[in-house]
Structures are given as C-alpha cells and as structure tokens.
C-alpha cells in the first residue's frame, strides 16, 4: 500500500488524507496547516508523496516527496 496523501479544499476546510482511505486524516483552517500535518505523518511513518491541490478546481498545483527523518543526522 502507497504512503501517498492528498492535501486538497473540503467545504471550509483543508483536508489531509491518505490516498485510498475513507475518512480524511485531519481537518484545518488554511492549506499550510493541511501540509505540515502531512508532512508530519509521512516523516514518522517512512515518508511518501504529498499532492497539493488547488482550491478552485481541484487539479494538482504542486507534488512533493517527503523523505524519513534522519535519525543520526552528522556533527558539524
């Protein structure tokens, strides 16, 4: 199963979800915020896609891949 998620306009919110699940992953007041929850998700969970849609008529404006975070980042 993808770790892909979609960040797009939902009535007056800004949906996460996962794609191909049923329910939405969670719910925010501005598109930013939508993002950075993702963003969130993917960096604990092995990273993924993250496709930002635009809020006037849903296409994709914007796709980035999120990696995992490093958990032994280097000195200096």
Known sequence: MS??????????????????????SSRH?????????????LQRSGGGDISIHRKDNGQIRDKNTIGKTDPYPPKG
């Not at 009535?11 to 329910?23: I, L, P, T």
């Not at 007041?29 to 998700?41: E, K």
Request: a negative charge; charged letters at 30%.
């Open 3 to 24: 770790n892909d998620y979609d960040v797009y306009h939902d009535g007056a919110d800004w949906v996460s979800k996962k794609q191909g699940a049923s329910r939405a």
């Open 29 to 41: 007041d501005t598109q930013q915020d939508a993002y950075d929850a993702t963003r969130g998700y």
